[in-house]
């Protein structure tokens, strides 16, 4: 009897390990909706995905089960992602979009406003230092092909 209340625990704690790993998607789907990225990343995003889940999968079979793998590993994982596609998923993405978006912006703010500050005080004298420089260059080259021609003409 009690061999059976220690494989009903391992099913409840893989089934909380399925909702674990299903929380672990979204945030993977709220940064993707959140966040335009390069196909590149997307793939690089999807691969630290998997080796997340397999820590975690890893980490509870050893845990939970001393690294035996049994069929009620998987039963437990996949109710557990499935409850929580079913019933929290969708409100989790819907409230967690806007509020990333939200601290998108307000982050952004300071971000520009440090960026105009760095390109009026640092980038924007050291081009018109260059401009000058070239402009001084150029004048010197056009007096010196000047003088050349003037001496090439009176001989």
Known sequence: MEEVYRQLFCLVAFTITGIVI?????????????????????????????????????????????????????????????????????FIIKCSVPIVLGIKKIISYPVCFIKKIIQNIIIKPITVFIKKLNTKIYKKKENMTNNVKKITKNE
């Open 22 to 90: 299903g929380i672990l998607f979204d945030i993977f789907r709220i940064l993707r909706k959140s966040f335009k990225t390069a196909d590149i990343i997307t793939y690089l995003q999807d691969i630290l995905f998997w080796i997340l889940t397999g820590a975690i999968l890893l980490f509870s079979i050893f845990c939970f089960n001393n690294g035996e793998i049994r069929s009620y590993i998987f039963i437990g994982i996949i109710l557990g992602i499935f409850l929580y596609m079913v019933t929290i998923s969708k």
